[in-house]
């Protein structure tokens, strides 16, 4: 009677295992799907709200310094039906809420060349139609200079690994993203130059050391360890589930685990979609 206790048991642990498996893999695929989509569309409306009235009071960030997050130019790409306020950075983190300014690149409207950089894939896919943009088409970016227009020159895919990826010539605006289906090594560069009066620049940074994250090249580098602090604190939920289902019911034990498992469900998720490169 005991071994056959001990195999119902170990056959329970093998369900739960089993189960706990199959929802993270199928809800990682949901949440990159439905819910990533769903969190830039609410970051954007709370950008918009907030930058549309800095625009026009004239008091949104020209020069540096820059907080990592800030809204600092608002893209329209009509041939794509684009419209996203571009934040300050391009880290992992930065582009969950949309475009990304390239720190250390110059500000939109201003002398030298200026890098968006934008996902394909998850968090909205600003740049997912990037691929369709042709010669002599516009792209409009406003700042609180003013609204600027570029007109697209060439796209190209490129290497991510390639410099030229990464800079331009005369007053450009490079927008960058990743390749849908390709290689995650390779990255796609629009090139549009800035045909609208040249504004002066603003303070320029100091001191910038361009990192792999800040290229899109990796996701977060804080993810990993997030991940693996949530899915031990999922391993210790699953299994002080067991005994607790023999002493109140399993009824009752899922009302009160089903909100816990849900929001340490969300944080793996969460950090799971930042381990990509963020411009994948």
Do not use: C
């Not at 990533?36 to 709200?49: F, G, H, N, S």
């Not at 329209?76 to 720190?103: D, Q, W, Y």
């Not at 800079?167 to 995650?184: D, F, K, Q, W």
């Amino acid at each position: 009677m005991k071994t056959l206790s001990m195999n119902q048991e170990m056959r329970q642990k093998v369900r739960w295992g089993s189960g706990a498996l199959l929802v993270l893999i199928l809800g990682l695929f949901v949440f990159a799907k439905v819910f990533t989509p769903m969190a830039e569309d609410r970051a954007q409306a709370l950008l918009e709200k907030e930058f549309i009235p800095a625009l026009l009071n004239g008091v949104a960030p020209v020069g540096y310094p820059i907080e990592a997050g800030t809204s600092v130019a608002l893209l329209e790409i009509k041939e794509i039906n684009l419209r996203r306020v571009v934040v300050e950075g391009t880290r992992a983190e930065e582009l969950t809420k949309g475009p990304g300014h390239l720190v250390g690149s110059a500000i939109p409207g201003q002398p030298g060349t200026s890098a968006i950089l934008g996902r394909s894939s998850r968090y909205g896919s600003a740049f997912a139609r990037l691929d369709e943009l042709k010669a002599g088409q516009e792209v409009t970016v406003t700042t609180a200079q003013g609204v600027h227009t570029y007109e697209v020159v060439d796209s190209t895919v490129r290497s991510a690994n390639d410099s030229a990826a990464f800079t331009g010539e005369r007053n450009m605006l490079l927008l960058i993203t990743g390749v849908g289906g390709a290689s995650p090594d390779q990255r796609l560069v629009v090139r549009a130059l800035l045909t609208s009066p040249v504004f002066p620049a603003g303070t320029s940074a100091t001191d910038v050391q361009t990192t792999t994250a800040e290229l899109g090249l990796e996701g977060s580098t804080h993810s990993p360890m997030q991940l693996t602090i949530w899915l031990f604190l999922l391993l210790i939920l699953l299994i002080s589930l067991i005994p607790l289902t023999e002493k109140i019911g399993q009824r009752v034990t899922w009302l009160i685990a089903a909100p816990l498992i849900a929001v340490v469900l969300f944080q793996v998720w969460h950090h799971a979609t930042l381990m990509y490169p963020s411009i994948g």
